[in-house]
């Protein structure tokens, strides 16, 4: 068995340990610090393809890393994204099950990341949001940077979403810095965005004020993620 093999099949079982635990609907949009955060999110994607020469989205293929249960590729959909347009790939198979049946013309596929199965310069966008932190492997991290930036078309863009620090009360994930992108993918110009309040004061915050939170959102110093567009 290789890393990355082994690397994909201990994360499917981190998914399927972490959804027994959490609460059912714990990150439904229907809780008022959730959709704050996902809002945030949003707003510095648009931000990033706006800023990369990539919208409209019509026309454009777009593949989502660790797609999950096709959330963020409906969320392309509604960006303008040709529902044809869009592929995902995910280790999960209950999840890409529910993403199939969401986005049924889409090109969604059970796999590792590892091993992308489409050619070379297929996609104009390639996203990937809280995947790598997932990715405890050093060599299947860089496995799978290689492999995205195979599939990307010349004059293509990778949207980078995921927290820096490390979470003292998750083993299961790791955060990665900045410099640590740049050595997953060198010689490629990075827009760095430090975004997104940190979730628990977010989940403190929110339900009490809105703009509090947002404004808190402001001081950088008080975010936990980082957005970035990566080209090479």
């Known amino acids: ?32 610090a959730n959709l704050f955060l996902r809002q945030s999110q949003e ?18 293929r777009i593949l989502e890393v660790g797609c999950g249960t096709g959330a963020w590729l409906q969320t392309f959909r509604h960006f303008g994204a040709d529902p044809a347009a869009l592929a995902g790939i995910d280790v999960d198979e209950g999840r890409i099950a529910k993403a199939r049946a969401l986005l049924p013309q889409a090109d969604i596929r059970a796999g590792d990341a590892a091993q992308l199965p489409w050619p ?28 995205m930036r195979r599939v990307l078309k010349p004059g293509g863009v990778i949207i980078w979403y995921d927290f820096t620090y490390d979470n003292p009360r998750n ?12 050595r997953l993918f060198p010689n490629c110009a990075l827009d760095v ?10 989940r403190l915050l929110v339900p009490l004020s809105w703009t509090l939170a947002s404004l808190l959102e402001e001081v950088r110093v008080l975010n936990t993620h980082v957005a970035v567009s990566i080209r090479p």
């Open 43 to 60: 707003r510095v994607t648009l931000a990033l393809l706006h800023h990369s020469g990539m919208l409209p989205l019509a026309g454009r």
């Open 120 to 147: 070379d310069g297929h996609f104009d966008v390639i996203a990937q949001y809280t995947v790598f932190t997932s990715v405890l492997d050093g060599p299947t991290r860089f496995a799978i940077a290689a492999q």
């Open 193 to 202: 965005r430090r975004v997104t309040l940190a979730p628990f004061l977010a």
């Open 1 to 32: 068995m290789s890393k990355n093999t082994a690397e994909a099949d201990r994360m499917r079982a981190e998914n399927a340990d972490r959804e027994a635990r959490l609460p059912a609907n714990f990150y439904g949009l229907d809780k008022p």
């Open 171 to 182: 083993k299961a994930v790791r955060g990665i810095t900045v410099r640590e992108v740049s």
